[in-house]
């Protein structure tokens, strides 16, 4: 990121992103069942998560009804559509992997207008992630970060065996590999009966104390306004496993 401090970097943003600090309520959209059966029922306003806690609970929530089944598929009708379609206010950020088994708007059982949702291999983070990351936070007062690992992560795996057996990987395969060196390094260190899902695990840890500390994100932490959770998500069970920073 750019060296200049917390308020000059606000003031930017701000004058760039206006639209981003109108508030929003929210609407919870009915199942579908109960729409086909009442198609003039208007969706019931659901607060913003105003708070960390608050964010990391419904988050939590979600993902309970994501492992039983009991979905409720909230804001993923057209009234919500038209609703976020000239403003945003997500209650949280989340930086996930690539993989198509882990999409966090489905396992945390959110809707349109819910979530930031950056994506890279294995959660590798460099400065226009960072950035990425910051948008909520920094604009809109997005009170909570959740960095997301998971079980059976390609990327870390495929990182792992090229730092271990010193072979690079083809093109840009291989920022990634550079990325994740530090949580190879981490599970290397630690051992361990599975060096990779250890690895994964690392990833998620450094890189939610790297967002924490952020020059930028750190005094919104500070303060309570913000915070950061580090992740892991079973693929088997569909439960999502808090690592550290639980508000």
């Given at each position: 990121?750019?060296?200049?401090?917390?308020?000059?970097?606000r003031?930017?943003?701000?004058?760039l992103?206006?639209?981003?600090?109108?508030?929003?309520?929210?609407?919870?959209?009915?199942?579908?069942?109960?729409?086909?059966?009442?198609t003039?029922?208007?969706?019931?306003?659901?607060?913003?998560?105003?708070?960390?806690?608050?964010?990391f609970?419904?988050?939590?929530?979600?993902?309970?009804?994501w492992?039983?089944?009991?979905?409720?598929?909230?804001?993923?009708?057209?009234?919500?559509?038209e609703?976020v379609?000239?403003?945003?206010?997500?209650?949280a950020?989340?930086?996930?992997?690539?993989?198509?088994?882990?999409?966090?708007?489905?396992?945390?059982?959110?809707?349109?207008g819910d979530?930031?949702?950056?994506?890279?291999?294995?959660?590798?983070?460099?400065?226009v992630?960072?950035?990425?990351?910051?948008?909520?936070?920094?604009?809109?007062?997005?009170?909570?970060?959740?960095?997301?690992?998971?079980?059976?992560?390609?990327?870390?795996?495929?990182?792992?065996?090229?730092?271990?057996?010193g072979?690079?990987?083809?093109?840009?395969?291989?920022?990634?590999?550079?990325?994740?060196r530090?949580a190879?390094?981490?599970?290397?260190?630690a051992?361990?009966?599975?060096?990779?899902?250890?690895?994964?695990?690392?990833?998620?840890?450094?890189?939610?104390?790297?967002?924490?500390?952020?020059?930028?994100?750190?005094?919104?932490?500070?303060?309570?306004?913000?915070g950061?959770?580090?992740?892991?998500?079973?693929?088997?069970?569909?439960?999502v496993?808090?690592?550290?920073g639980?508000?």
């Open positions: 990121m750019d060296t200049a401090g917390p308020p000059r970097r003031a930017l943003l701000a004058g992103f206006a639209g981003a600090t109108v508030g929003l309520p929210g609407c919870t959209s009915t199942s579908a069942a109960t729409s086909a059966a009442s003039s029922a208007k969706p019931t306003p659901t607060p913003r998560p105003t708070t960390p806690a608050a964010a609970a419904r988050l939590r929530e979600g993902n309970q009804r492992v039983s089944g009991d979905l409720h598929h909230p804001d993923r009708d057209p009234t919500r559509r609703l379609a000239q403003t945003q206010e997500p209650f950020a989340v930086l996930a992997c690539i993989d198509s088994r882990v999409p966090p708007e489905l396992l945390f059982d959110t809707g349109l979530l930031y949702v950056m994506r890279t291999g294995g959660e590798a983070i460099g400065p992630v960072t950035g990425s990351v910051e948008y909520g936070p920094m604009t809109s007062g997005t009170p909570l970060v959740v960095v997301l690992g998971h079980q059976r992560c390609g990327a870390v795996e495929a990182a792992y065996k090229s730092l271990r057996e072979k690079p990987l083809p093109g840009n395969l291989q920022a990634i590999v550079e990325a994740l530090p190879y390094a981490q599970a290397a260190k051992g361990g009966a599975d060096p990779v899902d250890a690895m994964a695990r690392a990833q998620v840890t450094l890189t939610a104390n790297g967002l924490r500390a952020n020059q930028d994100l750190a005094p919104l932490v500070g303060k309570g306004a913000l950061v959770v580090g992740a892991y998500y079973s693929l088997d069970t569909g439960t496993e808090v690592l550290s639980a508000p």
